[in-house]
């Protein structure tokens, strides 16, 4: 069934047409048994002209602009004479009945969902009607009285889809008008804002749902006067200014019985007149009043502001009110006697809670030490939290260093009582940095920064307490900012390369990856080490840029390996908790790898276990599709830092890498030992590849394979090379490469 049959069906139903209504348009056309019979007889010899005449009709259509613009293109023309065709076909077939009928009304009904205007379609049964009377004359050519009466009854048959036509496009309209209707009494009915149209008198004419709900109305509302819903003059001062000038706003808090007071914006509009037919006006000066209700607006503005200026975890103002809180105080400060004081105090050793209590535990300390903060301040002093374990305060009022090393002192004997949460007792300690104003500096991102520079000198010294910022601690930081400009410039410049380690199979000694490990090379030819970059790029954010040039070139240069006789191997590629958190991750790499023409299976993500035990909703989405394309993913340096392994089972993992340190001394009977074959035999009771990395001796590899590891990789095997010398470790013995120069003695 198409979508047009109901509508066709309950055309048929309103306009009553059956074989009844069907038999009373033929006898009121004269259109007997008898012509239907002729028209049938002549069907097959006017089918010679159907070609001809629809080229004709066409090249008329053409001609005539309003039809030529209806007409796009020639994939549609073809389309309409197919469609043409089967009427032609149809018209002679001398069966007019319900079927017949039927698709009469639903091409009338298609063509006015098109647009087609009526006048044009008349048009063209009139080109149509001539050009058969003229190929009837070639049919009949000599007999004058078999033309008339076939023609006379070709015309009744043309009349008889004319007026089923007209029909069609009368009941379509009608039905698309009252469809209209009721879809704005709809939209009126449901609107969520107040509607109420007022006469010239400023009486209530007509009052939507919400209108009578917002002003507490009862269904009878025709009639009232616009004083009863607003008292006072002031409104309807308004709505007679909006009869003159079209448009009028107001502002209004309207008490309610019970106490609630609700914000409400009244907006006044006036409405176009409604003229009859003759152009004479029914009505005059009526108005549109619209009735916003801005109460949950305002109090959702007010939320937003809250959530915009203050951290939600402690209830302190946050980094943005407090630069805004400490450049008023800075402005009253000015040129008066005394100092102020910017602290930035951090926890020590924050992270091992959230690692071994969990964040809640976390998040209930910094709560509690909020609490203290503000009990033990002044007033007039401002506590901000920064986020994570890092805090502000603002010491206002303080006339010499004394008074602000006094309030430090209190501030670190906060410390000296434990926190509890639950049953247990947990000890904090803090470092601080301060700075002042207006002796260090006069604007608040700069107090911030030497707060935060003697802040790290505190912690680079390795002692508990404050530091006082003092000239040069800032250097660091300046440090860090041309370490920043000079890693965004590399970016640009593409002064980055890689180098590719090799991960060697113990079972066949073939290389089942490479590593991809990230360097950088200054045009000086200074070498920058990747730990004092590699941080830096996680904390600006542009490991993100980085990490995609790095996917892009690993899996290119992935694509160009071949192995004589054996498999090519894969690519493995460190990826940031950055990366993994952003929503597009998964869809970047993919996008890769059809750009590289890389087979999924031939990528390995490298992760850390951070990663995955502060793992986020995008994360577990990120690594569930990458998983289902059929990317491998792999946990880096496992077995540091987290105890919990339950996420071994959570997420679609493939490789373990057993951290450096615990192979570097296996060949002891130690703790190392104990720990490296453990994980070992985890990995294989989870059917996971696994991995064993800085591996420098023979007698570690031998130790490795007797227990059955998977594959390693370490400076035994080969150190990491740059993309010209992959080719030779691809073509190398590996058979030679892992077996021992000495044989191991036995026993």
């Known amino acids: 069934m198409t979508q047009l049959e109901p509508l066709v069906s309950l055309i048929c139903q309103q306009m009553g047409i059956d074989e009844e209504d069907i038999r009373l348009r033929k006898s009121y056309l004269g259109l007997t048994s008898e012509e239907e019979v002729l028209l049938r007889q002549v069907h097959d010899d006017l089918g010679r002209f159907r070609e001809r005449f629809l080229d004709e009709l066409y090249e008329g259509f053409l001609a005539f602009p309003p039809t030529a613009a209806l007409l796009r293109d020639e994939a549609q023309i073809q389309r309409l004479k197919a469609g043409q065709a089967r009427y032609f076909d149809d018209l002679t077939c001398g069966e007019y009945g319900p079927d017949y009928v039927r698709h009469r009304l639903r091409v009338g009904v298609a063509h006015h969902r098109t647009g087609l205007e009526s006048k044009w379609y008349l048009a063209a049964y009139s080109q149509y009607l001539i050009a058969l009377l003229r190929h009837l004359g070639e049919v009949y050519e000599g007999d004058e009285s078999g033309y008339l009466r076939l023609a006379a009854a070709l015309i009744k048959v043309v009349f008889l889809d004319i007026g089923l036509a007209m029909d069609a496009y009368f009941h379509a309209g009608r039905m698309n008008e009252a469809a209209l209707k009721a879809y704005s009494e709809s939209l009126v009915d449901n609107a969520p804002c107040g509607m109420v149209v007022l006469s010239s008198e400023l009486r209530v004419l007509f009052a939507n749902p919400s209108a009578r709900r917002l002003l507490q109305l009862c269904d009878e509302v025709q009639g009232l006067t616009l004083e009863s819903l607003f008292p006072g003059e002031e409104i309807r001062d308004l709505a007679l200014s909006a009869q003159e000038d079209g448009h009028a706003s107001y502002n209004i808090f309207l008490p309610f019985a019970g106490g609630e007071t609700r914000n409400l914006q009244l907006t006044f509009t006036r409405l176009p007149l409604i003229k009859d037919g003759s152009g004479r006006p029914l009505s005059t000066g009526r108005l549109l009043l619209t009735l916003e209700d801005f109460t949950s607006l305002w109090r959702a503005r007010t939320e937003v502001s809250r959530i915009s200026n203050y951290d939600e975890l402690t209830g302190l103002p946050n980094r943005k009110l407090f630069l805004e809180l400490a450049s008023h105080a800075l402005a009253r400060a000015r040129g008066k006697p005394g100092r102020l004081a910017v602290l930035f105090l951090d926890l020590n050793r924050f992270k091992n809670i959230n690692d071994t209590l969990g964040h809640e535990a976390g998040d209930l300390l910094l709560r509690e030490l909020a609490l203290r903060l503000r009990h033990i301040l002044r007033n007039n002093d401002i506590v901000s939290h920064f986020g994570a374990d890092h805090f502000t305060i603002l010491l206002q009022g303080i006339y010499d260093r004394q008074d602000c090393m006094h309030a430090v002192q209190k501030i670190m004997s906060l410390f000296a009582t434990p926190f509890r949460i639950g049953e247990r007792e947990v000890f904090l300690s803090a470092n601080i940095g301060i700075s002042f104003f207006p002796d260090d500096a006069s604007e608040p991102q700069e107090l911030l920064k030497y707060a935060d520079a003697a802040l790290h000198q505190c912690k680079n010294e390795g002692r508990g307490g404050y530091c006082c910022f003092r000239e040069g601690m800032d250097q660091g930081a300046k440090r860090a900012l041309s370490l920043e400009t000079e890693l965004r410039r590399a970016l640009e410049q593409r002064q980055f390369c890689l180098y590719y380690q090799p991960i060697v199979g113990l079972k066949d000694n073939q290389v089942l990856s490479f590593e991809a490990l990230l360097r950088w090379y200054k045009p000086d030819g200074e070498i920058v080490p990747p730990l004092q970059f590699l941080p830096m790029l996680e904390e600006t954010g542009l490991i993100r ?43 970047r790499v993919f996008h890769i790898l059809s750009t590289c023409d890389l087979p999924p299976e031939k990528l390995e993500l490298e992760l850390t276990e951070s990663m995955l035990v502060e793992q986020s909703g995008v994360t577990v989405e990120n690594l569930e599709t990458l998983a289902e394309m059929g990317v491998r993913l792999a946990i880096d340096d496992f077995g540091i830092g987290y105890s919990s392994l339950g996420y071994l089972n959570r997420f679609p993992l493939h490789t373990l890498k057993i951290d450096r340190s615990f192979i570097q001394d296996i060949c002891e009977a130690g703790q190392s030992a104990a720990v490296a074959r453990t994980i070992v035999t985890l990995g294989q009771a989870l059917q996971l590849r696994v991995v064993a990395e800085g591996v420098e001796t023979y007698a570690q590899l031998q130790m490795l394979k007797a227990w059955g590891c998977t594959a390693v990789q370490g400076y035994l095997l080969s150190r990491p090379v740059d993309r010209r010398h992959v080719k030779a470790l691809l073509e190398r013995d590996w058979n030679a490469a892992c077996a021992p120069a000495v044989p191991l003695a036995s026993g």
Do not use: K, Y
């Not at 040039?549 to 899996?555: K, R, Y």
């Open 545 to 587: 840029e980085a990490g995609d040039w790095i996917l892009e070139e690993a899996c290119t240069m992935a694509r160009q390996w071949e192995v004589t006789g054996g498999v090519a191997p894969a690519v493995s590629v460190n990826v940031s908790s950055l990366q993994l958190s952003d929503s597009r991750f998964a869809r």
